[in-house]
């Protein structure tokens, strides 16, 4: 196989910049060593001991299971005959590199990931997270972007002793907060400091937007499915749910260095967390929930309809992004989970009453799995990936079962890194 030999040069060294470095696959911001060192003084303080607990498991509801159909528990008509193998486009070290760097010139239109820095409000004033505790100090981040557009970051420090670890929250479109608050307040519970997103004129980011052939003329903040008036030549609307990430990260970066970079997101946050991990490298281990099926299985979602995806999720609105040759989010879920110290875990809930339910899932988790474990060379400490299928619940959202298990996840995935 072409490139094989080159592929422990992907799965090793330390970031030490952006732009080149992060499109070639460089791999965490700090070396090994620190992030052992930061994930047993995490477990210390998270009272874990030396001994780890194993994988938290749940059965199926069987009340929740009752009250829906074969589609729940049977592979949809979609997978019949169909070779996963092949869609999967990823073979080496240089695909990876060669992927990503794809991913990037299609954003950024062949500039290189943004190097600027965010500007930082210290100590505000932040009502939506007033009902966490252990906080010690909330920052503003706000990242300037094109046609009058901004995004807020909020980036919250735990009053414990911080564990060296950012952890990264990306919320969706329109999801309520319960979920955020809770997910938010276990990692900071465990010492993490933790970043949280909204959506591209969603929540704190609604705002209006320059009109595309008039700037001095505002317009009502868009939907997402009403963004095409502003996809140019020369400019990539992805840019409004990408770019965030990569200016805070650098100012992270640039200012506290981390020892990991964890992502979790839900719903169109779990797309965001699903297509940064695998463009940006320094996001360590990742946790998208409920944020995409690869594209042959979109229609098999048996409810509430085939789950077709917003327009930053489809290959008719971004036919230049997403890659003709391959299912593109089968390359993705593979370029984020490749790297030393690498992973990511794909929750999908089984009931979900909203996108990405059924168990279609299960016809792609072995081939991804295993493509993922060949570049690792069998080792998982430079790379995994798995699937949390969810039956605990027929909501949308990360259910206490799915946390439980991510965050013994991040409990236990640098141990041996």
């Known amino acids: 196989m072409d490139g094989t030999a080159s592929r422990r040069g992907v799965l090793g060294g330390v970031l030490g910049g952006l732009g080149a470095a992060v499109v070639a696959g460089a791999a965490a911001p700090a070396s090994a060593a620190t992030t052992r060192a930061a994930t047993r003084a995490a477990m ?5 001991g ?6 938290p498991v749940a059965p199926v509801n069987q009340e929740i299971a009752a009250r829906f159909g074969p589609e729940y528990r ?3 008509d979609a997978v019949a005959g169909v070779d996963i193998e092949p869609l999967i486009g990823i073979h080496s070290a240089a695909d990876i590199a ?4 794809a991913m990037a010139d299609y954003i950024w239109k062949g500039a290189g990931l943004p190097t600027s820095l965010p ?5 505000v004033d932040a009502p939506d997270f007033a009902s966490l505790t252990g906080v010690r100090r909330i920052d503003r981040l706000t990242v300037p972007l094109r046609y009058r557009v901004s995004a807020k970051v909020y980036d919250l420090l735990p009053r414990k002793g911080w564990n060296r670890r950012l952890a990264l929250y990306h919320n969706g479109h329109g999801e309520p907060f319960d979920t955020m608050l809770r997910t938010v307040q276990a ?8 970043m949280t997103y909204a959506m591209p004129f969603h929540h704190w980011n609604a705002q209006q937007i320059a009109d595309p052939d008039d700037p001095d003329k505002l317009l009502p903040g868009p939907s997402h499915r009403e963004l095409p008036p502003w996809e140019r030549a020369g400019f990539s609307t992805l840019t409004f749910f990408l770019e965030p990430l990569t200016v805070t990260l650098n100012y992270a970066q640039a200012t506290y260095r981390p020892a990991s970079v964890e992502m979790v997101g839900l719903s169109g946050g779990g797309w965001t967390t699903t297509v940064y991990s695998a463009l940006d490298p ?8 409920a944020g995409s099926l690869p594209f042959f299985l979109r229609p098999a979602s048996p409810k509430p309809s085939p789950t077709i995806g917003d327009f930053e999720q489809t290959k008719g609105a971004l036919p230049g992004f997403y890659a003709a040759e391959s299912d593109d989010f089968l390359d993705m879920y593979v370029l984020a989970s490749t790297g030393r110290g ?7 809930n089984r009931f979900d009453d909203c996108c990405f339910n059924g168990v279609g899932h299960r016809a792609y988790h072995a081939p991804v799995r295993d493509r993922v474990a060949l570049l690792a060379g069998g080792r998982p400490e430079e790379g995994r990936w798995d699937i949390l299928e969810d039956a605990t619940h027929e909501d949308h959202t990360i259910s206490p079962h799915a946390l439980s298990v991510i965050l013994w996840d991040l409990d236990t995935s640098n141990i041996t890194t």
């Open 44 to 48: 210390e303080t998270a009272g874990l």
């Open 50 to 55: 030396a001994k780890q607990p194993p994988r």
């Open 74 to 76: 049977t592979l949809p």
């Open 98 to 101: 060669a992927r990503r760097k």
């Open 119 to 123: 500007e930082v409000e210290r100590g």
């Open 187 to 194: 990692l900071l519970d465990r010492g993490y400091r933790v």
């Open 282 to 289: 320094r996001v360590t281990r990742s946790y998208p929930v």
């Open 342 to 348: 690498r992973g990511q875990l794909q929750v999908l």
